[in-house]
């Protein structure tokens, strides 16, 4: 149950996030479907296994990620001792110099995410997630509803990296790239 919320609220966020980032054509209308389609299949452990993904927790009982790299070498996406205190290290250096609004590369499981808006809870956070078994894994193992049904945060899924590009070459000063 808590897995279907969190998709359902994910879902929306991602067409929030697509539609504003996006001409309303019928082209963005198929992206949508596609999109929506991806999120609702299910969650397949066996073959998240084999493409090398590895959910496991960390040693103070958060979840974190590993990802097989091509040399065969586990990187985890988040640390795999004090998440919590690690990701609010990062964001604490990130908002060292303040911004409107943070451009973020990656969701993982939204730690890094939670911290920024504690730090900084006025400001706007897009960020941009390649990875669709990244959402569907951070649904599955995290509590992220907070951090999407927060107003503030646009979530983005851009699979081959174009939407990013493009947002990096519309930024302004008052943005910080993350």
């Avoid at 054509?25 to 993904?53: M, S």
Wanted: charged share 30%; with cysteine.
């Amino acid at each position: 149950a808590a897995y279907a919320k969190r998709t359902a609220l994910m879902k929306e966020k991602l067409e929030a996030g697509l539609k504003s980032r996006l001409p309303q054509t019928d082209d963005t209308k198929r992206c949508l479907a596609n999109v929506t389609a991806l999120l609702e299949a299910p969650l397949n452990p066996e073959q998240l296994l084999e493409e090398g993904y590895r959910v496991e927790f960390t040693s103070s009982g958060r979840m974190t990620v590993a990802i097989r790299d091509r040399e065969g070498r586990d990187l985890y996406l988040h640390s795999n001792g004090n998440v919590s205190k690690e990701a609010f290290l990062l964001a604490k250096h990130w908002t060292e110099k303040p911004a409107d609004t943070y451009i973020i590369y990656g969701l993982g499981m939204g730690y890094h995410i939670e911290e920024l808006l504690y730090l900084s809870p006025d400001s706007k956070i897009e960020i941009y997630e390649t990875d669709m078994n990244m959402l569907k894994l951070s649904c599955a193992f995290s509590r992220i509803e907070a951090l999407l049904q927060d107003v503030e945060v646009q979530l983005i899924y851009d699979p081959d990296g174009s939407l990013i590009r493009q947002r990096l070459k519309e930024r302004n000063k008052n943005e910080a790239v993350c």
